[in-house]
């Protein structure tokens, strides 16, 4: 990339006024949530910023910006931003995986612990006021199997090693260099042989074609009875209606769940009410400074962009991740 000279102006696709917003006073910049409002600044725009602006927004938009270089996507998951004329383009793109990855290894983490010491049986005896000891596991020694080894799937990896867990991963594509974490590489389809083999089988894919209800009901026949299923990625790479009949039967212990097929969970919906599962409302990387990191990491991008150097996370339009 070759810097302008000057400062890059930046179309910010905003459905609100977030405080982070302000970060940006020092770029030239154009904050809109419309259409109309996105136009004037669109002819001069070589930036866009998809901070929460809707996925139509950003299409109209990238319409109208003919001077257009550089996307950034707030979000990890961009499936939902590779409209055909994107993908076409020359435009690149990039998103925010790695700034939440750190919460989200700690809550994989929670999780087990969560069924491992029987914390719903724990609360639920305290507030009934009742004495009642019962056996929990050590999870030590016990088997983690990662569908989609990326910077999440690292995150989970090096808090579950510290804990003397084994670690084992399906990649895409598998270096001929060692990772310490990481006792076995599979390729994605071999996973039911790596499912079979873990206590619990966390899913930190981003959602594609080729991984969209990677988990159905063949992933969960290959399960162990005891196992727990644990998704921080994207809610469709685990077909719901299998897990909800897997869930139903006991053929698994439970499930962990930060990202669903459908958001925000209807009221009424099973999940709900089983016991067998922990819920978290897509939450999980929700830290106090969660959106403070999101705007950082784009004015650390913004910065390379300037100054001509490589952007970090560019985004494989073909693949979607």
Known sequence: MVSMGKKNPVLVLASAADPQLAMLNELPHTVCGALAACAPAAKEATVILEWSGAPELLRSAFAMCARLRW??????????????????????????????????????????????????????????????????????GQTVGILGYGDIG????????AMNMRVIATKRHVSETTDPLVERFYKPEARREMIARSDYVVATAPLTEETRHMI???EFAAMKPTAVV????????????????????????????????????????????????????HCA?????????????????????????????????????
């Open 216 to 218: 159905g009901d063949a």
């Open 71 to 140: 996307i950034h996507s707030f979000a990890a998951g961009v499936e939902n931003l590779l409209f055909p004329e994107l993908i076409e383009s020359d435009v690149v793109l990039t998103n925010g995986s790695g700034v939440f990855s750190a919460s989200l290894g700690e809550f994989v983490l929670a999780a087990i612990l969560y069924f491992a010491k029987d914390f719903r049986r724990m609360i639920r005896n305290q507030s009934a006021a009742l004495w009642k000891p019962f056996n929990v596991e050590e999870i030590g």
């Open 154 to 161: 690292r995150a989970v990896a090096s808090r579950v090693h």
């Open 285 to 321: 990387d929700h830290t106090a400074d969660w959106q403070d990191q999101a705007m950082r990491f784009f004015l650390a991008q913004y910065g390379r962009f300037e100054e001509g150097q490589p952007l970090k996370n560019v985004v494989n339009k073909q693949l979607g991740y």
């Open 230 to 281: 644990i998704n921080v990625g994207r809610g469709p790479v685990i077909d719901e209606a299998a897990l909800l009949r897997a869930l139903t039967a006991q053929r698994i212990k439970g499930a962990g769940l930060d990202v669903f097929e459908h958001e925000p969970l209807p009221a009424g919906h099973p999940l709900y009410g089983m016991e067998n599962v922990l819920l978290s409302p």
